[in-house]
């Protein structure tokens, strides 16, 4: 099983990067505004996690978000085939993490940056207690939640989008 967040807003993307890490469960962070997008695949434990790139949410008015911005369909379809390409690659042999793939729509080039894993990362390292959005607020911990053979690691809060990793093997 992995996660493939395809969700709006960086303070769902960290809230459910917390929960994939807390549970183990592989996922592939991705996100698009304007007509730049990113991609990164993730092993819990093993490799860097968005918290290792973004502690934790920009201030109101810091970074661009979609609702200013929008987004350009046709960068959010490249981004989105990249997305499974790295979800894919997180069920095989040879997982494409520790590489943030970045996207330009408007120049049509892509370009990937070698990332580490944190030490002292609030997602994935030593500070994970000290997790909360910019107020200083402690997130609620996630649940692990399976039914019926899936596993929803975000409880009824947060849908994301589980993929038997079996089914492609």
Not at 39 to 63: I, K, N, T
């Amino acid at each position: 099983t992995w996660v493939l967040d395809g969700t709006d807003g960086l303070a769902t993307k960290l809230a459910i990067a917390d929960a994939c890490v807390d549970a183990g469960v592989p996922f592939v962070y991705a996100g698009v505004v304007g007509t730049d997008g990113q991609v990164l695949g993730v092993l819990p434990g093993r490799s860097a996690c968005p918290r290792c790139l973004f502690d934790e949410v920009p201030p109101p008015g810091a970074a661009p978000t979609c609702a200013e911005l929008g987004i350009v369909g046709p960068v959010a379809g490249i981004v989105a085939a990249r997305q499974v390409e790295v979800g894919l690659s997180l069920a095989g042999r040879t997982p494409d993490v520790d590489r943030l793939w970045s996207y330009d729509g408007l120049r049509d080039r892509a370009r990937t940056i070698p990332l580490r894993r944190q030490a002292d990362c609030r997602g994935c390292g030593s500070r994970r207690d000290q997790r909360g959005d910019v107020a200083g607020n402690r997130q609620r911990e996630s649940k692990r939640v399976v039914k019926d053979g899936q596993c929803n690691i975000l409880g009824d809060e947060l849908l994301g989008l589980a993929c038997d990793a079996n089914r492609f093997r």
